[in-house]
């Protein structure tokens, strides 16, 4: 079970979930984010230390403290589980303040994101020791790691957290903090913003769960980004294909990555409301159960980068020669289409932009535009619906589209626009497609 920063981020959720859980009947590790907006500030404390600016730092991390000291003292009651929290906040901040006095690093700044879950899972359990549940906290650090290619080692996630979990055998809650994990260096690392989703599937997986459950503050995933679109309705059902889609490009709700391990070890998942848990949510199972769009979503800061070379008439080897570059660089693609004299591409970074296009222009003229949207129309086998295909075209109207791609899985088409034209379109699409 895993509850995201808005399930935690204020004293009485904190105390709600607590009663989800006492009325659990099956034993849950139970995965939580840091408090809603605390990575974020944690991000500011970081990018003021690069700076050298180290008293706007000072400023955010005492003002960080006190927030944490209110919280601490509207969720305790008793004496001896309130000084337990207060210490272990102490803790937290007497080293952020000494990371203050150190030269700044990348490994540093990772130790700092890491504050955030490591408070949020003491202050959460020490919660559940007040109110005298039956619960351990393992520490993710001790089992969460990733490989020097950022891919978490599932084989020994799973034989260091089945050894952590056999010594806590009579335990009914185990809580462990999402989002943190070691890296091949040994050092404190993360699975990047929104990774705590990514960490339930991928303990969900190690520890062949009967159910990966996902609570936030939405009853389950919609059928169009609803921070946007005025009219959303939640998706009943998904299969893991197009779950796995719409977290890709873009839907919120789920980290990119945290399908895969579900899917990969056959581990239902399920998207529930933490402020309404009797609402159905969201069923994620192998098998779609009905054809037909689910969901529309949208990912944004996408760079696209077309590449023109009078060579490419007729000449295998052009393709490979322009992959070969953002493998060297470890650039994903997301989308292509090719004509017979160019080709467009689009990537979701800006690292080594620089010496990608460097490298692309010995290979043909290249031109990148930046600030563009991918919409991804996301459902069972939908190309192969025509009906599908002209609803789609026709909710386009006059908006510009840059990129086309269709066909490359059954589940997916999606639009490259500028991103002045997302919001218009995401409507657009809810009206179009779903009536909405
Ligand atoms: P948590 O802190 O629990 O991880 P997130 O903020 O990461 O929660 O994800 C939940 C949010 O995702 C929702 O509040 C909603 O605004 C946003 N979101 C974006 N697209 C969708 C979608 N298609 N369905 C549901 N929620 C979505
Ligand atoms: N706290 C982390 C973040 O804000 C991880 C998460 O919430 O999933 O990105
Ligand atoms: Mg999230």
């Not at 839907?251 to 402020?275: C, D, E, F, G």
């Not at 379109?425 to 909405?436: A, D, E, I, V």
């Amino acid at each position: 079970m895993k509850f995201g920063g808005t399930s935690v981020g204020k004293p009485d959720r904190m105390k709600h979930i607590a009663s989800l859980l006492l009325n659990e009947p099956e034993p849950a590790v139970v995965v939580l984010s840091a408090l809603s907006g605390t990575t974020n500030t944690l991000v500011e404390i970081g990018n003021n230390i690069a700076k050298g600016d180290r008293h706007s730092a000072q400023q955010v991390i005492t003002k960080l403290e006190d927030y944490y000291q209110a919280f601490i003292r509207a969720l305790f009651e008793k004496d001896e589980t309130y000084n337990k929290a207060k210490s272990i906040v102490a803790e937290h901040f007497d080293f952020l303040n000494i990371i203050l006095k150190i030269s700044f690093s990348e490994a540093l700044s990772k130790d700092i994101l890491a504050q955030g879950e490591l408070l949020s899972t003491k202050i959460f359990s020490t919660y559940l020791q007040e109110i005298g549940a039956d619960y351990a906290l393992l520490p993710a650090l001790e089992f969460m790691s990733i490989d020097e290619n950022e891919e978490p080692q599932i084989g020994s996630i799973r034989t260091k957290l089945t050894h952590l979990l056999e010594q806590h055998k009579d335990k009914k809650i185990l809580v462990t903090q999402g989002y943190i994990c070691r890296n091949a260096r040994g050092e404190v690392d993360n699975l990047k913003r929104g990774g705590s989703d990514y960490t339930a599937s991928l303990v969900a997986a190690a520890i062949n769960a009967s159910v990966c459950e996902i609570w936030t503050d939405i009853d389950g995933m919609h059928n169009n980004d609803p921070r946007i679109v005025d009219k959303t309705v939640p998706v009943e059902q998904l299969s893991f294909e197009e779950a796995a889609e719409l977290a890709y490009f873009g839907a919120k709700i789920l980290h990119p990555a945290s399908i895969w391990p579900a899917q990969q070890y056959k581990i239902p998942v399920r998207l529930l409301n933490t402020m309404q848990p009797e609402a159905k949510g969201t069923l994620i199972t192998q098998e779609a159960a009905s054809t037909g769009v689910k969901a529309v979503a949208a990912k944004d800061n996408i760079i696209a980068i077309k590449i023109k070379s009078g060579r490419m008439l007729l000449a295998y080897g052009f393709l490979r020669k322009i992959f070969e570059v953002f493998e060297k660089y470890k650039t994903p693609i997301d989308m292509i289409t090719t004509s017979e004299v160019a080709m467009s591409l689009t990537i979701d970074t800006h690292d080594h932009l620089d010496q990608i296009i460097k490298e692309l222009e010995a290979l043909g003229s290249v031109e990148v535009d930046e600030n563009q949207t991918i919409i991804s129309v996301v459902g069972d086998h939908i190309n192969e619906t025509p009906e599908i295909i002209k609803k789609l075209f026709g909710s386009l109207r006059n908006t510009p589209i840059r990129m086309v791609s269709y066909g490359g899985s059954k589940h997916n088409i999606s639009l490259l626009v500028a991103a002045e034209h997302k919001n218009q379109l995401l409507q657009q699409l809810n009206h179009g497609m779903f009536g909405l």
